[in-house]
């Protein structure tokens, strides 16, 4: 690729990094990455970055397509990793070789820094390749095995092994772990709530836990029974084995919080608006900030009560007209008391007309002139013949493909390089296109993306309540405001 600022080869590439949930660490790849790329002379224009994954369930593979694809385009030719297992560790080696068959066949290459010759097209580098893959392959092998080992010392010792609920902890060396409830007292206070029917949500607030976490807590037979049972899976085999700990509660206790809880779930509990549900408008609920405390407004939709208050003669309920309400801050939801709630349709009529009607283009990050991808095509064709050229024993073959290699060696010969040049181009959509043709999910990402840039906060002027865009909440350089950035390559300017 050539940058027709510089006059001189600016070679594009795509950095890849890959990291498992709590182990190792994705900014010092990046850096890695980028320092090497500086070196190398290579500006990256991509960066993937694959979380909470382990490689060995394959589950990176939707990027490194979408990396192909790139490549195919001509976005740019090189996909730059830390070391080759961070691209794969998946013990099916044929996958692996097809997707640096599909990479290379893309016109493309990867660079990996600790293995120079990885990817290489050249015989000997494929080898190297191969080799690479294959101890990538060993290692996941060979990690599992590991574990295997650990785990069978763990159910020998019949020590705890898996997730344990809120208030409990391990104690203990390795392979040898007690578990223990280390808060029977407030163990025992949500028992009693709950089978007295508080509701998860108060015990939430009580304790500083999510619902949920109260909910596990309840269900976890062990805080009566006084056995916690452990399993572990290897090669479809389960072992199972059971871990003695102090019970905390008494089986009666024990099974009413759980009965209440069953009967709970099982009651017509009928979604009545709010965060989780697809409602017409979810798509603004959590968006804006509480004018008062700055916690998340929520859309609250509900019904009337089904019982007069005062008489309490039973009544037909009917829908409230949904209301944005404060929902405070994350984990204590709870509502600051100081903003009363506003009619949500008003709200959602301004928010909805703007994004509809904008015929403001949304922008990609793509070549607006040159054609040095299609020498590079070229470059890759004739590196595949070559690698082609030393796999054949076929005489014929052998002839074409020394035909084929001398055509594009006579092409490029004759080539004429028109500089390559990189822009943010018009994708011939509007917001307004994307808007109209987008989910709550689209529609919320352009939303926080404007919120982001822009600054997109409730006003009220005169006793009316409305949305007012680009008063920026978050001072940042001049330069940047005016473009949204909308993630994927995509983008809007004021
Ligand atoms: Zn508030």
Not at 409 to 435: H, N, S
Not at 470 to 492: H, M, S
Request: glycine letters at 8%; hydrophobic letters at 40%.
């Amino acid at each position: 690729m050539v940058d027709s600022r510089m006059g001189v080869h600016v070679a594009l590439g795509a950095g890849f990094v890959r990291v498992s949930t709590g182990s190792q660490d994705e900014a010092s790849q990046i850096k890695v990455i980028e320092a090497d790329a500086v070196e190398r002379g290579v500006t990256i224009v991509k960066w993937f970055r694959l979380h909470g994954y382990s490689a060995s369930h394959g589950t990176q593979e939707p990027a490194l397509r979408e990396a192909i694809e790139d490549i195919a385009r001509g976005d740019y030719s090189t996909l730059h990793v830390t070391e080759s297992s961070r691209l794969d560790r998946r013990e099916d080696l044929d996958a692996q070789a097809e997707i640096l068959l599909a990479i290379r066949s893309a016109g493309g290459d990867i660079v990996s820094i600790s293995e120079p010759q990885f990817g290489r097209t050249d015989f000997a580098g494929r080898l190297v390749t191969l080799v690479a893959q294959y101890g990538n392959a060993e290692k996941s092998r060979k990690v599992k095995d590991d574990t295997y080992r650990g785990i069978m010392m763990i159910r020998d010792n019949r020590a705890h092994h898996g997730p344990l609920p809120a208030f409990w902890t391990t104690e203990g060396v390795r392979y040898a772990k007690q578990a223990r409830c280390k808060d029977p007292a407030a163990v025992v206070d949500i028992y009693q709530r709950v089978a007295s029917d508080d509701s998860l949500a108060n015990l939430g607030r009580a304790y500083d836990l999510y619902p949920t976490s109260v909910k596990n807590l309840i269900r976890f037979a062990a805080n009566h029974t006084g056995v916690v049972e452990c399993s572990y899976t290897y090669r479809g085999q389960t072992e199972t084995w059971a871990h003695e700990v102090e019970p905390v509660v008494e089986s009666a206790l024990w099974w009413r919080a759980n009965k209440v809880l069953d009967a709970n779930m099982s009651e017509s509990r009928v979604n009545k608006g709010g965060r989780p549900v697809a409602s017409p408008s979810n798509w603004i609920s959590g968006i804006l900030d509480c004018p008062a405390c700055g916690g998340k407004l929520f859309v609250h939709a509900g019904m009337t009560p089904a019982r007069d208050a005062r008489s309490g003669k039973p009544r037909v309920p009917k829908p409230r007209p949904p209301k944005l309400r404060c929902g405070g801050h994350t984990k204590r939801r709870l509502s600051c008391g100081e903003f009363k709630g506003i009619e949500a349709k008003p709200i959602i009529d301004v928010v909805a007309g703007i994004f509809a009607s904008d015929s403001t283009d949304i922008l990609a990050f793509q070549r607006v002139t040159g054609n040095a991808h299609e020498l590079d095509e070229l470059h890759a064709e004739l590196r595949k013949i070559q690698a082609r050229l030393s796999a054949t024993e076929d005489d014929d073959e052998l002839d074409n493909m020394i035909a084929e290699r001398k055509a594009i060696k006579a092409r490029m010969e004759g080539f004429l390089i028109v500089p390559d040049r990189f822009d943010y181009a018009p994708t011939g959509q509007t917001v307004a296109d994307m808007w109209n043709a987008g989910d709550d999910t689209v529609k919320r990402g352009m939303l926080l993306a404007v919120k982001r840039s822009w600054g997109m906060a409730l006003v009220e002027r005169e006793g009316l309540w409305g949305v007012a865009i680009g008063v920026a909440a978050e001072k940042r350089p001049v330069d940047e405001i005016g473009i949204v950035d909308l993630g994927n390559g995509l983008c809007f300017r004021r």
